[in-house]
């Protein structure tokens, strides 16, 4: 169907961001495979890996390798080569470039030259894992991969305290036991978890449980830690009575130097918020 001879049409001369399978490689789009038959050149985060993929899709095209450690010295030659008349496709690993891929310093100096950036859309693992996870989809955060050091992805978790939205973070098998022990010591262990495991694959798998019992079930099996994860935290419950945490803050600081009433009353102008349930709360916790 889609052979060489089939597809004859030379793309402008523009960036093309392909999404390409996260797993099964029949994930592709037919817009997709047309675009890396006809382009250039194909970028692509790893030139061996992408391979397999083009191999599989009869697709002969040059490559050229971009990752994390040769975008920012790389990505000029890209576009001299865009100016020079050729069209180039940008491709990761899997799923959608730029999303904790490559392409962010590429397209934003494409950006600033001039250079038109058509996007491909496809498979994304971070979207295919809250579509099927049963959380709330309305509202979400994408947060990545979290820091691999503790007091950072402690720093980063702490920030999200008060995150009332879905929050979706990609995992390594190494680090989401880790993660897991984080998330119980700072949001509680009865926030609610959902791992999506070995997503489009053989073995992908969901599991929705609490942090605590989500920590049980990691430990009890080293076979639950192998694959690539993508971890789905449920956002804080909103109180419409509860006073903001940054307002608590504000109060705290400032009954160090002011009676409480005095403290309370600033604290209400600066956040707008009850004088006495701020003087009310701080009889009791300060």
Not at 76 to 83: A, N, R, S, W
Not at 91 to 113: F, K, M, Q, W
Not at 234 to 240: E, I, L, P, V, Y
Not at 258 to 285: S, V
Request: glycine share 6%; net charge neutral; charged share 25%.
């Amino acid at each position: 169907m889609f052979e060489k001879s089939q597809i004859s049409s030379q793309l402008p001369a523009k960036l093309y961001i392909v999404a390409t399978p996260i797993g099964n490689i029949s994930d592709i789009t037919y817009r997709a495979i047309e675009t890396l038959q006809q382009v250039d050149l194909i970028a692509a985060e790893d030139t061996r890996h992408s391979g397999k993929l083009l191999s599989h899709y009869h697709i002969k095209k040059p490559m050229f390798p971009l990752h994390d450690h040769n975008e920012r010295q790389r990505g000029q030659v890209l576009i001299e080569k865009i100016k020079a008349g050729q069209s180039i496709a940008l491709i990761s690993d899997a799923g959608t470039p730029l999303i904790s891929d490559p392409g962010y310093h590429l397209v934003n100096e494409c950006r600033a030259a001039g250079v038109d950036i058509v996007p491909i859309p496809g498979a994304c693992a971070a979207i295919t894992a809250l579509s099927a996870a049963g959380m709330p989809s309305d509202r979400f955060s994408f947060e990545g991969f979290l820091p691999a050091k503790g007091k950072s992805k402690q720093d980063k978790l702490k920030a999200l305290i008060e995150e009332t939205r879905t929050m979706i973070f990609y995992e390594s098998p190494r680090r989401v036991q880790d993660t897991v022990e984080q998330i119980i010591s700072i949001f509680g262990g009865d926030r609610k978890l959902v791992i999506a495991r070995e997503l489009t694959k053989i073995f992908e798998s969901f599991y929705a449980l609490t942090a605590e019992e989500m920590l049980v079930w990691l430990n009890e099996d080293t076979n639950h830690c192998r694959g690539e994860f993508v971890l789905m935290v449920a956002g804080t419950k909103k109180d419409d009575d509860a006073i903001p945490q940054v307002a608590l803050n504000t109060l705290t600081l400032l009954k160090e130097q002011l009676p409480l009433k005095k403290a309370a009353a600033l604290t209400a102008q600066i956040h707008d918020q009850k004088k006495n349930e701020l003087y009310k709360w701080g009889l009791e916790n300060l």
